[in-house]
């Protein structure tokens, strides 16, 4: 008791200052050790009081460490970093990193550079900002000169992705001073013109693009006119392949000009390919096909949609001793029996598209899966195969689905809303699903509107692997309600995964994409107008066959 009494004590005095009263009695001064312990005593309550009061820092962006700005600018396009570059000398010097110019586009048509810089600029650019970091460039026929070959050459050793853009080109610059040419290429893409000649400039990059791996010739079939015209040979692609011994993925997309003799000349002297795109290559009817696949025995990817394809050609190649795993027949007039036979030959399919085929029906199909050869399937496309009955495609994915990872049955009529909530409790493993007709198929044919709610949710709790979903129908036979905002927020939760949603531009379109926003997802929700979703990105040669 007496010992809290001084206690107390010494807190008021401790408190008033000397010759106050207390107590009837002045303030004694404090003594020497008592201001230490009143020190002591007063910073330790400063201290208690400042506990949880909020620290004062000045945190600013020139604070962020260099690195972590670097791993920053690494996510924004290389106009947007062009202005950063105006903002500070740091910002600048962060700007310049040659490790954010790893992958340079000069085509501004092609989310590039905007406008495309004078050779002297881009000249010094190569040397003093990309430099050895440099793997991928895109040049368009301005820039496409010996000068900046050069310095491709000398300053960029390590590029290895080169694209040369010659679509819009009424005549080619000079070639005679060039002397060097990118030799580490891995993969060569080639803008074709209708009207320039290219073998100028190939007789002289014939010697240094002998390491090439991947060749893609990109033709102009998109830009042809309904009126005949003559096609000329403007890339000799029997001497093309000559001197590229080492080619494993072949992509001639749209080459008017080539044909069955091209191919014949390419399976001579190409014992490593693995891939061949000939899409929209009309004249090919597939009279090299059989020696094609005897010569090219490591072929596993063949794709030819759009071709005129003939069914005897196709039906005379010893299937059963390739290696095929991918093939696309897209668009060509096959006839059923040739399907039939072809499909029991190929052991090991594991991509397949029969889009817009007439031939591929029930019979087809029922064939196959007797065979055992759908086992393998892991991606099919059977797009508007209107002679395939609901049942037969339910039986289908009965029996496979749990194989799926990509699977496009859009327009066909019949599957409707029943069907889908039937059926995607199998497509467990399922990344990409295509599904409705879009305005391509007549409206009369629907019986009903569909009720997407119920498509949603059956996709939100039975795919949890889902990375694009394509819904094709047309707004005006779509049917929801007032609770589908709770449907697409069950989809956006259990879909992690999910990166890309495409549906017809309408009301609900409007109701998706704000509930995305909000959870700040905008890149998912896209329109059909804009986007179209294929199977494409499951191929594994999918990264070799990508070009602008």
Known sequence: MQHMQETQMDRRRSSLAPGEMVDGGPVPA????????????????????????????????????????????????????????????????????????QQVSFRPEFAGLIGAPSEVIASQLISTRFGSQLRYIELPVELITAHVFNELANKCPNLSHLVLDFSNAMQLHDFNDLNAFPAKLHTLCICLSD??????????IYNFINSVQSLQLIGTYERVSEEEEEVHETVNITKLKSHTPNLKVINFYGVKFLDDSHIEAISSNCVHLECLCIKFCTKYTGSSL???????????????????????????????????????????????????????????????????VDGFNDQVLESMMASGNALALQSVDFQ????????????????????LVGLNLSGIPPLVEHFWTQSIPFLKKIRILIMGTGKICNISRLVSKIHVDQIIDHVANNCPRIERLEIRWDPTNLRFSDKSSKFVDTLRVKAGRLRSLCLSDGE?????????????????????????????????????LRFN
């Not at 230490?36 to 000045?58: F, G, L």
């Not at 093939?327 to 399919?349: A, F, G, H, K, P």
């Not at 508007?384 to 194989?403: P, V």
């Open 30 to 101: 404090p003594s020497p050790g008592d201001r230490r312990r009143s020190t002591v005593i007063s910073v330790s309550v400063n201290n208690a009081r400042n506990t949880h009061a909020p620290m004062k820092t000045n945190l600013s962006i020139n604070s962020i460490p260099e690195k972590i700005l670097l791993h920053i600018f690494n996510f924004l396009e290389h106009k947007e970093i062009c202005r950063l570059a105006q903002v500070s000398r740091k910002w600048r010097q962060i700007a310049y990193d040659n490790r954010l110019w």
């Open 195 to 204: 009207v320039i000649f290219m073998e100028g400039f190939m007789r002289k």
């Open 290 to 356: 059989k020696l094609l696949m005897q010569r090219c025995r490591k072929m596993s990817c063949l794709l030819l949609e759009q071709t005129s394809l003939q069914s005897r050609y196709l039906q005379d190649v010893e299937w059963e001793k390739t290696k095929l795993g991918e093939l696309d027949i897209t668009s060509c007039q096959i006839s059923t029996e040739c399907l039939i036979s072809v499909l029991s030959r190929i052991r090991n399919l594991k991509w397949f598209c029969a889009g817009f």
């Open 384 to 403: 508007s195969c209107d002679n395939l009955t609901e049942e037969m495609l339910f039986k289908f994915l009965e029996a496979h689905g749990s194989q």
């Open 508 to 544: 609900y379109f409007e109701l998706v994409k704000s509930n995305f926003e909000r959870a700040h997802r905008r890149m998912v929700v896209r329109t059909t107008v804009c986007c179209s979703t294929t199977l494409l990105p499951l191929l594994p040669y999918y990264k070799d």
